[in-house]
């Protein structure tokens, strides 16, 4: 599910980090791509134009954060907003003061509304709870059977009696209050559409037990029609969230991704699947930068806005800009980079990375080794490595308990990097250090201290 959407943020994004400066043109063709992702995607029209004009106001009014560049900080926006539509926060299940909790589900046929209350259940075991299922869809012979079977497989009771589903319903919560069950989750009767008696019987059941949580079970494969249903639902139950079923499935999927924005309740559980553990709380944050394919790159951003001097990060990028980008200035980015925490964290955090990179072994002692180098130049040999001869370099490699081969070497990797900087437009073509001048490059001053 989403790999339409995930697949088309993906190219959009690879394309706003191509550009350094993001022009108004740039911002513009980039909201127009967004547009028609998320209709591509299947997303509700009218979501998609209110979540575009918002990205575009935030964009444009973007208070420039010196440690994201322009594209960064449109991504960042796209996966706030984002994650505001899939309703923000994860639902925080609370309890009825006087217990039993009632937890009521409705939904079209089909929808998992059966399969989510036993998954709801197993849920609920989990949090030390102890529920029992109420079977109140008396439509279909079948159903009852069925969620005893579920229910079973989940270790929660199952109530029913052969009566009507208001009289089910209201006897199923007085049996739990007599057996001493917290958590009463109560299984409806779904049609294949909307009609009025389906939605009689279930606000009758609602009218008879109170629930404290009613949610609209909504199959995620439904498409366009999955929000019809839930405006339907809301207008007559007032929904307290939705659950969203069948999330494994191959379907585009932003029809269901509208259904919380358009009736404003939270998506509260998703299932991906039909066995009873395909099933959790919903994390919206988690969600959006699913679909958006970031990893977990945002977090990393975080990170990096709380933990990185924004004056060493701002210097760098104007000394790589001006094509003065020495090894004092790589110092400082290994710093920075080190306060990001261990190496191998941050590339697990970053997206689209091939498998064997991710695996590959991150050696910390390498960089500690490459800063032990560069301690050991002088200010001039830092900022200048053409002055670095044979004699120099013993030294260096004396001094960080090197050998002159990896000082080498360290120097030759140096000399690529700015190749690759000046090649890709990074940095501009002058000179590295850009005040090589023969008095000063010949002086040796003494090593800053370790
Ligand atoms: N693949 C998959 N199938 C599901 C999921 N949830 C429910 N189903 C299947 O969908 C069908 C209808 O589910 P059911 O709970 O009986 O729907 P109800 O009519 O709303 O009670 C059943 O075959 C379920 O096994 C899910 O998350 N993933
Ligand atoms: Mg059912």
Known sequence: MFETLTDRFGEIFTRLRGRGRLSEADLTEALREIRVALLEGDVNLEVVRELVETIRTRAAGAELE??????????????????????????????????????????????????????????????????LLVAADLQRPAAVEQLRVLGRQVGAAVFSEPTDPVDVA????AEAVRVGRDVVIIDTAGRVSVDAVLMDEVAAVARATSPRYTFLVVDAMTGQDAVATAVAFHEALTLDGVILTKLDGDARGGAAL???????????????????????????????????????????????????DQDVAGRAMDRIRRGRFTLEDFQDQLQQMKRLGPLSGIVGMLPGLPKEMRNAEIDEGNVTRIEAVIRSMTPAERNDPAIINGSRRTRIAAGSGTTPAQ????????????????????????????????????????????
């Open 258 to 308: 509208s259904v919380a924005k358009v009736v404003g309740r939270p998506v509260a559980f998703v299932s991906t699947g039909e066995r009873p553990a395909d099933f959790e709380i919903f994390r919206p944050g988690r969600m959006a930068g699913r679909i958006l394919g970031m990893g977990d790159v945002l977090s990393l951003i975080e990170r990096a806005e709380h933990s990185l």
């Open 66 to 131: 010196r440690s994201l560049t322009p594209a960064q900080q449109v991504i960042k926006i796209v996966n706030e907003e984002l994650t505001a539509i899939l309703g923000g926060e994860e639902l925080r299940i609370t309890y009825a003061a006087r217990p039993p909790t009632v937890v009521l589900l409705a939904g079209l046929q089909g929808s998992g509304k059966t399969s989510a209350a036993a998954k709801l259940a197993r849920w609920f075991v989990e949090q030390g709870r102890h529920p």
């Open 407 to 450: 000082v080498n070497d360290l120097l030759n990797r140096f000399k690529e990097m700015q190749k690759m900087m000046r090649s890709s437009g990074m940095m501009a073509p002058t000179r590295p250090g850009g005040r090589r001048d023969k008095r000063k490059g010949g002086r040796v001053t003494p090593a800053r201290s370790r």
């Open 170 to 173: 209201r006897r199923g919560v």
